[in-house]
């Protein structure tokens, strides 16, 4: 079975402090896609990253940084210099051949509060 | 132009209603999706639309009816819903396959009395 865990459920840090969102999978896929979305208060689910199981360079976009290690099937996202905006909840998904339509298996979430 | 939109955003109704939700997306996507998301909970996925054909249905209740009318457009009908219903309605799509990503929109913000 597949299940992704996001074991912080709420964080809360100050502006400019760097925070981790860790989130851990479990699939016996060989072949699977994580993602990470953000949805801020209004609602909308936003896309932030997809990276396949054969891809494990760690990637960088501006203040947003991720870490993809398969030896501890964890996929943990990073914001440096955190600021108010970045207030959200986060969710880790995964997605897998087991599942052919593209069947998202979502973390519980992280609810991410960056304080002035 | 990764833009999925919804109507409305909002939605109140009562138990005897019927409305409908409405999801458009103009990227050439072949696979669109309903979730629905209650609070401080993920989506849940309700149904999935692949070349405009019902291809899941995670045993929605039949109050609950989808229709693709065509690759575009996606509609949830609503009927004789209940209280616990009330939720934030979230259409999602794809290109078709596991690799692909959800883009989502905005979501119906739906409360039933």
Same mark, same amino acid.
């Given at each position: 079975?597949?299940?992704?865990?996001?074991?912080?459920?709420?964080?809360?840090?100050?502006?400019?402090?760097?925070?981790?969102?860790?989130?851990?999978?479990?699939?016996?896929?060989?072949?699977?896609?994580?993602?990470?979305?953000?949805?801020?208060?209004?609602?909308?689910?936003?896309?932030?990253?997809?990276?396949?199981?054969?891809?494990?360079?760690?990637?960088?976009?501006?203040?947003?940084?991720?870490?993809?290690?398969?030896?501890?099937?964890?996929?943990?996202?990073?914001?440096?210099?955190?600021?108010?905006?970045?207030?959200?909840?986060?969710?880790?998904?995964?997605?897998g051949p087991a599942s052919n339509t593209g069947k998202l298996i979502f973390g519980q979430g992280t609810t991410l509060q960056v304080k002035p | 132009? $990764?833009?999925?939109?919804?109507?409305?955003?909002?939605?109140? /109704? %009562?138990? $005897?209603?019927?409305?409908s939700?409405?999801?458009?997306?103009? /990227? %050439?996507?072949?696979a669109m999706y309903w979730y629905k998301q209650k609070a401080k909970k993920p989506p849940e996925l309700m149904f999935v639309y692949s070349y405009e054909k019902l291809s899941i249905n995670e045993s929605v209740p039949s109050r609950f009816s989808p229709e693709c009318p065509n690759s575009s457009l996606l509609n949830l009908h609503l009927h004789a819903l209940q209280p616990e219903d009330s939720a934030l309605y979230l259409c999602a799509s794809s290109q078709e396959g596991v690799r692909e990503t959800q883009y989502f929109g905005p979501g119906t913000r739906l409360l039933v009395l």
């Amino acid at each position: 079975a597949q299940k992704v865990t996001q074991a912080q459920t709420e964080i809360s840090v100050v502006e400019k402090e760097d925070v981790t969102l860790d989130c851990v999978y479990e699939t016996r896929d060989t072949t699977y896609y994580l993602f990470w979305y953000k949805q801020p208060p209004s609602g909308e689910l936003v896309f932030l990253i997809r990276r396949n199981s054969f891809d494990e360079q760690n990637e960088i976009s501006g203040r947003y940084s991720w870490n993809f290690q398969k030896s501890t099937s964890s996929f943990n996202f990073t914001i440096t210099a955190s600021q108010v905006v970045d207030s959200a909840v986060y969710f880790c998904a995964l997605s897998g051949p087991a599942s052919n339509t593209g069947k998202l298996i979502f973390g519980q979430g992280t609810t991410l509060q960056v304080k002035p | 132009d $990764t833009e999925v939109t919804q109507t409305p955003k909002h939605l109140v /109704m %009562g138990m $005897t209603n019927k409305k409908s939700l409405k999801c458009e997306q103009h /990227m %050439g996507h072949r696979a669109m999706y309903w979730y629905k998301q209650k609070a401080k909970k993920p989506p849940e996925l309700m149904f999935v639309y692949s070349y405009e054909k019902l291809s899941i249905n995670e045993s929605v209740p039949s109050r609950f009816s989808p229709e693709c009318p065509n690759s575009s457009l996606l509609n949830l009908h609503l009927h004789a819903l209940q209280p616990e219903d009330s939720a934030l309605y979230l259409c999602a799509s794809s290109q078709e396959g596991v690799r692909e990503t959800q883009y989502f929109g905005p979501g119906t913000r739906l409360l039933v009395l």
